[in-house]
């Protein structure tokens, strides 16, 4: 409850706040009727059940999320999830892999995972969310135009079927769509509508409209699904086996990575309209808590809604108050006009979504992104959508984070240089050394970056380009700031060959937590055998000196310079 906790120690539940958040509640409310409505159906649900989900999820969400203003829901990047769990193991199994999700979305909580599922990078993000853009609009063609259901196990098979479909088009349902399309984008710009959501408009007048005239053949929610019930369903609980357990893992876990990525970003967007920061971690806690308890009432998979919130900041919203109005004035609309929804036609929910899917695609920064980033960021830009589409929502994502990942260590690697050093670029710590000239026989090497797997071939191919042995090899370690156990095994068998053609190596000048790791795997010796690690160059050139003198026998510290550790 860190949100409210710091709304209440900032005064915004005071009376003289009260009116703004209750209004801003009231408005987004209404808002997310329709939508919570349409992504039901969409997702293959009835549509009383996203009510339930935006009722239960937003209060939930506002009493124990990390953002003020954030408003939870089902959102639009569920619906392809949702509706291929729906159609392999049902709406309970819907409801028990959300239930699932949310214990792991707690579990990444309390982990204090929030933080790292915010460097997910950009084109993975925009790739899947305008891919899932692209399905939604596909999927509503056939509420949209009247046509029949599509058939087909693939996104292209179903598309090709859609296309075939058009000639069988139902004329008055596609003009009351097309009306509620218009409604949806200009209904606000109406004199004296300003105020009034577009969705709420266009949802009005197609029901007043078939409520009306009775157009025969549009498909209504009391034709499709029989209407929406008042009130509030029973507590229940989906039934749960071992074996289901196991069958829906992989399903709540994509549930459960796409609800933290959407609830942060939408609660990073909230942050930058309100000027507020959010706690990553109790959000995270907030929304597994909410699609825990989701389920037991019939709702489905919830996150942050970004559209939702930005509605309620721009309506005037401080703090949880509105996100707690928002669900009640939709627990009153469902226990008192829920009869009158009965008409509401599947073709204007079809419009409203069509209008989602365009502001998920976000097609203005796709193309922007596709001219202006690098190739390499491009071509994950691409693969994302793509796989999205075509494949899978869980394969595109992880094979954009993985190449996203692998481009990125290839990056590093190309910035860690190990670079031989001249007495030129030595000069200044010679004369420092009181010498003008290196010690006869001996090579200076400088590692510069993170020395990881990625940057260990850095090593070898400097190492390689030593053609006679020299009596020494200094590699100076000051510059890098971390090591990985790649690192270590390649500077060891580096170091071993090196020994077994009479090169002495000395490592020198390491920062504490590179050094912690290399006494660690016994590269800095203490206590027996030749020392391999000096504290400061000087004294590996002391000890250089001293190796020169004597080939045959392990090298001594001059009297006075031991700094062992």
């Given at each position: ?513 590179v050094l912690r790791k290399l006494v660690r795997a016994g590269l800095a010796r203490k206590h027996s055998g030749p020392r391999r690690y000096f504290r400061d160059f000087g004294t590996a050139l002391r000890a250089c000196d001293a190796a020169t003198r004597s080939a045959e026998a392990p090298a001594n510290l001059p009297p006075g310079s031991d700094d062992r550790r």
């Open positions: 409850m860190i949100a409210v906790l710091e709304a209440a120690k900032a005064g915004l539940f005071r009376r003289d706040q009260w009116a703004r958040n209750v209004v801003a509640g009231v408005i987004v409310g209404v808002v997310a009727l329709p939508l919570a409505m349409a992504f039901s159906i969409a997702s293959g649900v009835k549509p009383e059940q996203g009510i339930y989900t935006a009722i239960i999820a937003g209060l939930v969400v506002s009493l124990f999320g990390g953002s003020r203003i954030q408003i939870a829901g089902p959102t639009g990047a569920f619906i392809v999830i949702l509706a291929a769990i729906t159609a392999q193991h049902g709406v309970d199994g819907l409801l028990l892999a959300t239930a699932m999700a949310g214990v792991m979305l707690i579990l990444l909580g309390v982990a204090k995972f929030g933080g790292v599922l915010r460097f997910i990078p950009d084109p993975v993000i925009v790739g899947f969310t305008a891919g899932i853009g692209v399905i939604i609009w596909i999927g509503q063609w056939k509420d949209f135009f009247g046509m029949p259901a599509a058939t087909g196990a693939h996104f292209h098979e179903k598309l090709l079927h859609l296309l075939a479909s058009f000639p069988q088009l139902h004329a008055p349902t596609t003009m009351l769509a097309l009306l509620s399309l218009g409604l949806v984008i200009y209904g606000p710009r109406i004199p004296g509508l300003a105020r009034v959501p577009g969705p709420l408009i266009a949802m009005v007048v197609a029901t007043s409209i078939q409520w009306v005239f009775g157009l025969e053949g549009v498909a209504t929610i009391a034709t499709a699904f029989g209407g929406i019930p008042q009130g509030l369903p029973h507590l229940s609980f989906p039934a749960v086996s071992f074996d289901r357990l196991v069958a829906l893992l992989p399903s709540a876990f994509a549930i459960a990575m796409l609800g933290a990525i959407e609830s942060l970003l939408s609660a990073v967007v909230a942050d930058g309209m309100a000027g507020t920061r959010h706690n990553s971690n109790q959000e995270l806690i907030g929304q597994g808590i909410a699609n825990l308890v989701t389920p037991l009432f019939g709702g489905f998979a919830a996150t942050g809604a970004i559209a939702r919130t930005a509605t309620n900041f721009r309506n005037g919203a401080t703090s949880p108050l509105a996100g707690i109005v928002h669900s009640l004035t939709l627990l009153l609309i469902l226990l008192l006009l829920a009869p009158l929804a009965a008409q509401v036609p599947l073709s204007a929910l079809a419009a409203i979504l069509f209008v989602v899917a365009w502001n998920m695609s976000d097609a203005r920064h796709f193309l922007r992104m596709v001219r202006t980033a690098p190739r390499a960021d491009v071509s994950i830009l691409l693969i994302t959508f793509l796989l999205t589409v075509f494949s899978d929502l869980v394969v595109a994502v992880n094979v954009g984070v993985i190449l996203a990942m692998l481009l990125f260590l290839r990056r590093m690697a190309s910035a860690v240089e190990v670079l031989r050093l001249d007495e030129h670029a030595l000069q200044h710590e010679l004369r420092d050394n009181g010498r003008s000239h290196l010690p006869p026989d001996v090579l200076v090497y400088s590692i510069e970056g993170p020395f990881f797997f990625g940057a260990v071939e850095n090593l070898e191919r400097a190492l390689e380009q030593t053609h006679s042995d020299p009596r020494c090899i200094v590699i100076r370690l000051n510059r890098v700031p971390f090591i990985d156990i790649t690192g270590i095994q390649t500077l060891e068998e580096a170091t071993q060959n090196l020994e077994r053609r009479k090169v002495r190596v000395m490592l020198c000048e390491a920062r504490p937590n």
